[in-house]
């Protein structure tokens, strides 16, 4: 399993627009075959402030989530709403196993 979290701090007039593109491409990433999980979450203090933590079954199946017309769409639609630049960190799996993700 290789796992992403991805750091998105949004304008504060651009929350809710984000959330609803967020879930859209969270839901439709669910489909892809290498997409284990996919949760859109947002900070309790500063709702300005979200994760997206995406589990891949391989670490080749990121840039294969790039190749898709939802996340290209959900890229194109959120670049205006960032208030700064997104990051993001890459985990390797301790635990839950495989198996685990899919429970």
């Not at 949004?10 to 491409?25: C, G, M, T």
């Not at 840039?63 to 208030?83: C, F, G």
Request: charged letters at 30%; zero cysteines; a negative charge.
């Amino acid at each position: 399993m290789f796992i992403v979290h991805v750091f998105v701090h949004v304008k504060a007039d651009q929350v809710e627009a984000f959330k609803e593109a967020s879930i859209d491409n969270a839901s439709n990433s669910l489909q892809e075959p290498g997409v284990a999980r996919f949760d859109v979450i947002q900070q309790q203090d500063d709702p300005t402030r979200f994760i997206l933590v995406e589990v891949y079954r391989t670490a080749d199946d990121p840039a294969k989530h790039k190749e898709t017309a939802h996340y290209k769409k959900w890229r194109d639609i959120v670049a205006e709403m960032m208030a700064e630049p997104r990051s993001a960190i890459k985990f390797d799996n301790v635990y839950p196993g495989e198996g685990g993700w899919d429970s």
